[in-house]
């Protein structure tokens, strides 16, 4: 018998009841295959068949096994189970002369279809009608999960990575209307090779073993935890390389940067801690690596005091040098307001000026006044608003002295606001002292409790730091009380009590400054 393949498939719309029709008519019930009616309006009769089938008919032949999709199962309707003909499976139908079953020996060819690994016949239809349908074997099967990507070695998959910059970024509806829309980022060139010699994070890995699961348990709390391997991504140092990194002083000698040993202080084993990972008993090795380096910690004798030692030989150093700038400058500003015989001259027409005032205004003459009536002169008005005590008392200076005016120029130091006070700046220094002073009885005791450790460039770089430290502290500590003598002989000459602040003093006279040279500008 000729073969004949349908290149298009349909079913009927009414599924239900052409599956009835086939139950009655006894279609459904046969003896080894199973055929299912089909519309065949759609089937291109081959040359020399000549059998069109009609209409009306309810049978239909179906494509050879070469064109056969496997599909997944079928939804269920209330009566009978609905398939969509352009994914059915090759099935012989009876009442056709012209298609023949299918042999098991056929070859069939790959499909486009989507590949689903249920199977090509739906088993409702095997259970419904207690026959059994021959299946066609098809190459075209689920394809196999891909193999598992190897672990990568940290040490072997190292990549150029940088410190981040965290932007503030601007607005994506502000961006339209600023000069950021015009993208001139490419037309800036910059020098990489130098940016990332700068900026360069060194990747620590993780001892060379493939890197840890994200799913991998930490013993820590979980909180502390990742932030502690935030910052161990771009720590380093190796867990067992710890302890020797805390005996090295400076840091250009292969010591922990400032930047580590402050997160490092965070960081610090509680007694919790401690007990927890002392208690642990399987291998160090197969810890996650925020617990090795915390178990590595824990094992650090005086870990606490030991970081604090180096940050302390660390922030003295600057600490001094910031200090001594400012304490420099509070000794000029009093040596100016003690020298400056002008300034003196300034106040005494002030009080000539107010004296006069508050005898007409039947108030009394005063002897002298405090430096904070200074902030006052502008607040009091005459007969035209713009013209106020300041200007009333540059206008009487420029009549009779005007020399006296320059004045200005002689407290050059109280063109700007000042900074720390002095009652500060000597707190500050109190506060070295007491450092450097646990710094040299960290030293004795550290003589007596590693007696039998050798570790001579450690001993010999701490002895250096606070040999130096204490002259440099002794110093500061030398103009630190010159700066509180002067204070003191300058509060006295002005009449102020002894424990007037310095910073409300000289901001006071700092503001009077700026004012008389503007109300000098104007009356002139």
């Not at 509806?173 to 950021?180: E, H, L, V």
């Not at 005091?305 to 302390?312: E, G, W």
Request: charged share 25%; hydrophobic share 35%; net charge negative.
């Amino acid at each position: 018998m000729e073969r004949k393949g349908l290149q298009h498939l349909s079913i009927a719309e009414d599924a239900e009841d052409t599956n009835a029709e086939l139950e009655s008519s006894g279609e459904l019930g046969g003896r080894n295959t199973t055929c299912l009616p089909v519309d065949c309006e759609n089937a291109n009769p081959t040359s020399g068949g000549g059998d069109h089938l009609s209409a009306g008919d309810t049978s239909q032949s179906y494509p050879s096994a070469h064109h056969a999709k496997p599909v997944p199962k079928p939804r269920k309707t209330s009566n009978t189970d609905v398939i969509r003909p352009d994914i059915l499976p090759p099935v012989p139908s009876p009442t056709s002369p012209d298609v023949f079953a299918l042999s098991t020996s056929s070859s069939p060819q790959p499909s486009n279809a989507i590949l689903t690994p249920s199977s090509t016949v739906p088993e409702s239809l095997n259970h419904e009608s207690g026959t059994s349908v021959e299946k066609a074997p098809s190459s075209a099967s689920v394809p196999p999960p891909p193999p598992p990507l190897p672990f990568k070695l940290s040490m072997n998959s190292k990549k150029p990575r940088t410190k981040a910059f965290h932007w503030d970024l601007v607005g994506k509806d502000k961006i339209a209307k600023s000069f950021w829309i015009q993208e001139c980022t490419g037309r800036i060139d910059i020098d990489t090779s130098r940016l990332y010699e700068q900026f360069a994070v060194k990747d620590v890995g993780t001892f060379g073993v493939a890197e840890q699961s994200n799913t991998q348990d930490i013993m820590l709390n979980n909180k502390i935890a990742h932030n502690f391997n935030i910052f161990l991504k771009s720590f380093p140092v190796q867990a067992g390389e710890l302890k020797d990194k805390l005996f090295i002083v400076n840091e250009e000698d292969g010591g922990l940067s400032d930047e580590h040993i402050t997160s490092l202080r965070r960081y610090i084993p509680t007694l919790s801690d401690v007990e927890m990972y002392k208690s642990h008993k399987g291998a160090v090795a197969e810890l996650h690596i925020v617990d090795q380096y915390m178990m590595e910690m824990c094992n650090i004798p005086c870990l606490s005091t030991q970081l604090d030692l180096l940050l302390t030989l660390r922030e003295l150093p600057i600490s001094m040098n910031d200090l001594q700038p400012l304490i420099n400058q509070k000794i000029r500003m009093c040596t100016q307001l003690n020298n400056c015989r002008s300034f003196v001259s300034v106040l005494e027409y002030l009080l000539a000026i107010g004296n006069y005032l508050n005898e007409k205004g039947r108030k009394g003459k005063a002897k002298g006044f405090r430096l904070s009536s200074l902030t006052k002169l502008s607040q009091l008005r005459g007969k035209d608003k713009k013209f106020t005590l300041l200007h009333a008392l540059v206008e009487q200076i420029m009549l009779h002295e005007p020399s006296l005016a320059t004045f200005t120029q002689e407290l050059a130091e109280f063109e700007t606001v000042p900074g720390a006070s002095i009652k500060g700046l000597t707190a500050e220094v109190d506060v070295m002292k007491n450092e450097l002073q646990k710094v040299i009885q960290y030293k004795k005791t550290y003589k007596k409790t590693n007696a039998g450790v050798h570790r001579p460039n450690f001993s010999k770089d701490l002895k250096a730091s606070i040999e130096k430290y204490n002259t440099d502290l002794s110093a500061l500590t030398k103009t630190c009380e010159e700066m509180k003598k002067l204070y003191s002989v300058m509060l006295i000459k002005f009449g102020e009590p002894a424990d007037q602040d310095s910073q409300e003093l000289f901001g006071l006279i700092c503001h009077f400054v700026n004012e008389f040279k503007e109300a000098h500008a104007e009356v002139l």
